[in-house]
């Protein structure tokens, strides 16, 4: 769409780019031109005679995918369980993925803004986590409802909106693991857990992770395990040391429960 202005001069362009607007009294004026997906541009003219203009439009950058989860962890060195929002979101550009710049979010009902970290800045993946702390909140259920809105910019400084994205369900219950726990054990051995009932669809997800000091390492996972489950079936080679495992709950729309760590040892 073109339009000149003051006045009610308008066109639409060919699909080649082309336009044309006769019969238009001399004078100065702002000739605007803006596409669905691309940031509107302008220039002032002086018309006395024929003028030609020339625009190449940005390419709005825009949203693949957007992930808002929350996420309970239960731990031993924490008196009380931690819950927070986890968010990931995977932006391009029509122009060129690289020209992704910056993605953000703001939740309006809190007045919040942040900035999310580049995670992978080849597929431009960003992710962030967000705790009750740095809101003034006493619990994440507390934005169940409220509406949080990304928003990604390219490097010549186009940026759009996405819809609002809201948090869909906390899981308060917490999986707990049965064995093994503080034993000896060679792969492959069985780890059991306590049966969960959940009034929605989801699956279980364990994660081995082997104790380096003070750090941990992921030495292997097991994915969707049926909810009926109540045990797995680890056969992985595992280094002699000491481990820990952890379970997961992990529901149909990503949000996810954790269960204590589990120790164990591989002799």
Not at 48 to 56: D, E, G, I, L, N
């Amino acid at each position: 769409m073109i339009k000149l202005q003051p006045g009610h001069f308008s066109a639409l362009a060919a699909p080649d780019g082309s336009f044309a607007i006769d019969h238009i009294p001399a004078g100065n004026y702002t000739l605007s031109v803006a596409a669905a997906g691309f940031q509107e541009d302008s220039l002032a003219l002086e018309l006395r005679q024929s003028v030609s203009a020339s625009f190449k439009l940005d390419a709005l950058p825009f949203f693949r995918s957007i992930s808002l989860t929350t996420q309970h962890i239960s731990t031993f060195i924490a008196p009380q369980d931690s819950f927070f929002v986890s968010m990931a979101a995977a932006a391009d550009d029509p122009d060129n993925r690289s020209d992704v710049k910056t993605v953000w979010y703001h939740v309006a009902e809190f007045g919040y803004t942040d900035t999310l970290f580049e995670a992978s800045p080849q597929e431009k993946i960003f992710t962030g986590e967000l705790d009750t702390g740095r809101l003034g909140i006493a619990s994440v259920h507390e934005l169940i409802g409220k509406a949080f809105v990304f928003y990604v910019e390219d490097l010549p400084g186009a940026a759009s909106a996405s819809e609002p994205v809201y948090i869909s369900r906390i899981i308060a219950e917490t999986p707990r693991g049965l064995a093994p726990i503080n034993a000896a054990v060679t792969p492959p051995f069985q780890l059991h857990w306590q049966p969960l009932a959940l009034p929605y669809p989801f699956t279980f997800h364990i994660e081995i992770k082997k104790v380096n000091f003070t750090f941990l390492t992921l030495a292997g996972e097991i994915r969707d395990i049926p909810a009926n489950s109540t045990a797995a079936t680890f056969s992985a080679a595992l280094q002699p040391g000491e481990y820990i495992w952890l379970l997961y709950v992990v529901d149909e729309l990503g949000n996810r429960s954790r269960s204590l760590e589990n120790p164990f040892i591989v002799p």
